[in-house]
């Protein structure tokens, strides 16, 4: 009895649709929705152009309503030690819609707006007039740290995804389908190595040089020894440049003397002929001298 009274005065006086709202706020508010736990918003917009590439968060998708025969333009971030793959999914228009088979295709760009190659994944697909939908995949090069100029390795950086058609009938362009892409990376800085693995043995075993490598199983023959002379240590060291500098002055400065003598003969020792008596003169006349 003294309960029903109480709750009916607190109904008279308006306590209760008060005190209920505020436990209902309250209860809200320790329990986060999942859409702010996730901190994920599907992106619900793409670009047109790679100026105008709408840019996906790490671990965000793209839901996207579009009309065929458009190019749709998401834009990501890389950075060293990753391999990323991006997955997109269309749904098509409906059948009864479409009069021929569609073939849409995923690419992506880096910075650089240089296309990169795929290394798995269903980068085209072709779907005939009764299919629902279509999946695409691409899957890049490890991100490298450094690369050559002249190479086109993927480096970290920003990465463009382009989702076109690239086969339709003219009667099917502007049909609506319903695009998604999905964009997941493993590896990081930690996992930053050469592509193909890690090098577990060097390329160049060290072997005897002039030596044949034991075969399997039998040990490696122990490398040959060589005498020592008194000569052995003359020309080595830090002083072999000095040794071979001063003997090639020496035999270039004896050489250039043996040659002046041989070339050049010596002074005061010149043999002069001795001087003639005048020939006598005839008289033509006379016939006589």
């Known amino acids: 009895m003294r309960t ?18 505020a436990a209902t706020a309250a209860s809200a508010s320790a329990s986060p929705s999942p859409s702010a736990s ?21 671990g965000q998708d793209a839901n996207v309503p579009a009309s065929t025969g458009d190019y749709l333009y998401w834009a990501f971030a890389a950075s060293e030690g990753q ?7 269309v749904t098509l228009p409906p059948a009864a819609q479409r009069h021929s088979p569609q073939t849409w295709s995923v690419e992506l760009f880096d910075g650089l707006r240089r296309r990169q190659s795929c290394t798995a994944g269903p980068q085209n697909t072709t779907a005939d ?8 995949s691409c899957t890049l090069r490890q991100i490298r740290s450094w690369a050559e100029p002249w190479s086109g390795d993927p480096l970290p950086g920003t990465y463009y995804v382009r989702l076109s058609l690239t086969d339709v009938d003219a009667q ?3 049909l609506p ?39 399997p199983g039998l040990a490696a023959p122990a490398p040959a020894t060589t005498g020592s002379h008194w000569y052995s240590g003359l020309f080595t060291g830090w002083n072999t440049r000095w040794y071979w500098t001063l003997g090639g002055a020496a035999l270039a400065a004896l050489a250039g003397v043996a040659g002046y003598t041989l070339t050049r003969h010596p002074r005061g020792h010149r043999h002069r002929p001795a001087p003639q008596a005048p020939a006598p003169r005839y008289d033509s006349y006379a016939g006589r001298p």
């Open 177 to 215: 389908a319903q695009v998604k892409v999905h964009v997941a990376a493993k590896g990081g800085a930690d996992d930053a190595q050469p592509e193909g693995g890690e090098l577990k043995a060097p390329l160049v075993p060290p072997v005897n040089a002039g030596s044949a490598a034991p075969a």
């Open 4 to 21: 029903t009274l109480l709750r009916g005065g607190l109904l008279a006086l308006g306590l209760i649709p008060v005190l209920a709202p």
């Open 83 to 89: 391999t990323d793959t991006v997955q997109v999914n």
């Open 38 to 58: 996730s901190g994920t918003v599907p992106v619900a917009t793409a670009g047109t152009s790679f100026l105008t590439a709408t840019t996906l968060a790490a």
């Open 129 to 136: 007039t009764a299919a629902d939908s279509v999946a695409l």
């Open 172 to 174: 099917d362009l502007g």
